[in-house]
């Protein structure tokens, strides 16, 4: 039996953080709606299991999605992640190849260097040291990245770095001291007994020219495994427990369990999922055109799971979504926020009585609905009368006379009881013009009418519509000149995933320019109905910002899709023309 | 001593006279071809029905002072400060130098564009309050189809008091204006229905109130109480409104055959550009701010630059040329300081 009382720290430690992670996890479970627990049963035995497994060696061990955002970045975290599970289990693997009995204890990996008589040699134990050595390396190599990214984060791709508590500094510190302990300690005892390999091996005989390894060695294996201990303990209490907890919730996530409107245990496993890795933090508007550095989802998040105060945090953020776009533990950030914000508004059925009741069914298989938004814009309104005309579309124009609101603005408020009554009222009046397909112009109200209306029809926003009528030929376009550029309101983009029609559109009519903002990189426009924090000036600044972006690429128009970028663009005056699609659509056909 | 004034409007033609007829040399910057700002583009005016023009006439006849040079279709392209004195380049190639700056850039009207869902750009029968002035010059009053009107809307507000176009402020003579306008356009159309969609009638100026009395009593105009939500456009080419008459409580839909918005007054682009050129500073509604609402109405945080007329705040004509006589007396002040 190989023991000795140093392992007594790493043991204790990691024991506890077993017993604390089990008892929370089973908490939060606990509380999961039968509706959860039923999808849980249907998926855990398909092949979403297996892709939550792959998922989980791609971001929680190799990062890649933080290679994207900076190669340096994502090497760092490969260290941590792959670098440290790699270590464990070749650790495992060599400790069970060099003694095969089943009372091996996961401290005998760990400390194998300790335990291991180093003349003593097992097949292959000269392959394993140096693999050993090599990930020790690698490791050491991520950790000297990590402390450039403390001293300057912009070398590593970010150009601002997470605030943490002193609590998680102080921890980080503690899991900043494990490898160059455990380092040392194989150092100095490969310098003693002989053993290890390239790294360890030479460190070894270096120390012995000058330092009393001799004394050193016992109380370096103390001090690595006191480490160890000491960041189990520290863990549960800290942003590390995104390491174990990250995991779980990937296997969630592809088992379907949905953030829904109200905090949940899943909004719990993403709370402690956040890694405050600080991705989310170049990303936001707010930050980078109004000096609003403190309301990104890492800090709302934190101050949500530590019970600080949060309520500005709640209302001050877009809700463009671009954090969630570039969140590599893909937590559903917009949906968390929303879980915070409080009913206040208070209205009956009988508030909208005065609305006449529906029109008359019609023929026409589709139904044109603008919104209330659309309506702000009519020229838009106009070029879809127009380009349906053009296209011979047999079409019903459903809100001529007016509508009421879709009821997202009254959800992103958190008035989903509001939203459900004016839901249930529009519905009525949607489904009765008997159309097979409903044409919307507005994004906002696309996606609420794609995601909680149920509709019996299809529901396309204009831009698929259009893109649609080029394709089967029922619009000719005419050549143009002209040169676009394609601002993807994130309603429909980071929002209903609508990107290749916007696209196809404009690359048929006109000569589109790619900009560092595409897709899921589109900018906000400042008008976002989400916020209700900011000032109408510092949306101002926000339009001006997001335009002057776009007007650097020097197009002839700047194209949107929604009714309400269009207006927030067209305050500051600028110079640059915008467009709806549909005018250009109209303009080009 | 000489004074340099930017801008040919009312408030810098008023004060260069005044100037020029206390001795200084006056040199007066106007990017226009003319003189007269934005009174150009004005018929009559209110309270007394002067003509726009006639008053145009008087202030750019004085102008022909001796002092007073006048610099037509010319911009600043750089003002410096050296020992003292401006210098200020100008695009045709001349540098004019002077011991004090008056900025009179004034204002601009707001692009109704950006009121989109008022149709303007868009259906052929809106049109704004100077395209009105326009028809009252060439006296014909008539839709795009070419028929005389039979009703016709006047909007309020647009650009002003509102926190959609970020216009928090009031621009003061958009009320009067309707009033005046609605009062003019009965009697070209004396059978019309004329009605005006109001938040609240700000009548501050002597003889105003009695104007919309009148116009009420004796014009037989109609004044709604309630801002426009959105206006369409029906076959007839005719404006379908969506208003609420806030008085009675209840929304309200019509047809007009004309709808005229009442743009508010923002600070004009070349103010803007002077402004940032000088570093003179914007106070929260746009409008350059003066040193001090009580005592220096007329001074900047820059020494030795002035403001006249409305690049400080909408101003009517009344108050544009007070304000101009008082930055003259300003300057004549400044400039006796600095001789000693």
Known sequence: MYYDPFVLPFTLGLNILLIYLIIKYARWIRTFSTEDRQTIRRNIFTLKTWKAGKEVFLESLVHHKIFRINPFLGYMHLCFGLGWFLLIVIGKIESLVYHTSIFNPPYFAIFFRYFHPAKETFPGSNVFAFFMDLILLMILSGLLLAWLKRLYSKALGLKRTTRHRPFDLLILTVLWLIFPLRFLAESFTSGLRGGGSFLTHTAGDFFNSFLPIEQLSYPAWWAYSSALGLFFLLLPFSRYMHIPTEIVYIFLKNWEVRQGKHFSGISQFQLYSCSRCGICIDRCQLGSSLGMTDTQPVYFLKKLRHGKEHSILVDNCLMCGRCEAACPVDLRLNALRLTQRQEDIRITKSTYEYIRPAAAKTTAKVAYFAGCMGHLTPGVIRSMQSIFHKAGVDYTFIDEGGSICCGRPMMLSGNHHTAAIIQEKNKASLEASGAELLVTSCPICYKTFKEDYRLDMQVLHHTEYLDILLREGALHPHCSDITTVFHNPCELGRGCQVYTAPEHILQTISHRIATAYEGKDALCCGGSLANLHISPQQRLQLAEDALNAYAAYRPDVLVTACPLCKKTFSQPGSSLPVQDIAELVDGQC | ?340
């Open chain 2, 1 to 340: 001593m000489s004074v340099i004034i930017i801008g040919a409007g009312p408030a810098g033609c008023e004060a260069a006279y005044q100037l020029a007829q206390a001795g200084e040399k006056v040199e007066l910057i106007e990017q226009e071809a003319q003189p007269g700002g934005n009174l150009n583009n004005w018929y009559q005016l209110f309270p007394d029905r002067k003509s726009a023009q006639e008053l145009n006439r008087q202030l750019i006849l004085r102008l022909e002072h001796p002092n007073i040079r006048l610099h037509l279709g010319c911009m600043p392209t750089k003002i410096d400060r050296r020992e003292g004195r401006f210098e200020v380049q100008l695009n045709d190639g001349a540098l004019l130098t002077g011991q004090a700056l008056l900025i009179a850039g004034g204002f601009q009207l707001f692009n109704a564009h950006r009121k989109e869902e008022y149709g303007y750009g868009i259906y052929e029968n809106v049109i704004t309050s100077v395209e009105l002035e326009n028809f009252f010059t060439n006296q014909r009053i008539q839709t795009s189809t070419g028929q005389l009107p039979k009703r016709v809307g006047f909007i309020h507000c647009v650009g002003s008091r509102d926190e959609k176009t970020c216009n928090f402020h009031c621009s003061k003579l958009c009320c009067v204006t309707a009033v005046k306008q609605a009062i003019e356009l009965r009697e070209i159309l004396p059978e019309a229905e004329i009605l005006c969609f109001y938040m609240d009638m700000r009548m501050f100026g002597p003889g105003y109130e009695e104007m919309y009395r009148e116009a009420q009593e004796k014009y037989r105009i109609k004044f709604v109480r309630g801002r426009l939500s959105e206006a369409s456009e029906n076959k007839a080419k005719q404006v379908l409104i969506k208003a609420e008459d806030t008085l009675i409580g209840k929304p309200l839909k019509m047809t007009l055959d004309l709808m005229v918005l009442m743009v508010g007054m923002e600070l004009s682009a070349g103010s803007r550009q002077l402004a940032e050129m000088t570093g003179i500073e914007k106070a929260t509604n746009g409008f350059l701010r003066v040193k001090d609402p009580h005592f220096a109405t007329n001074e900047t945080n820059q020494k030795g630059i002035f403001l006249a007329g409305s690049c400080s705040s909408p101003m009517n004509l009344t108050d544009t040329l007070t304000d101009a006589r008082s930055a003259a007396l300003t300057i004549r002040e400044y400039l006796k300081h600095i001789d000693l």
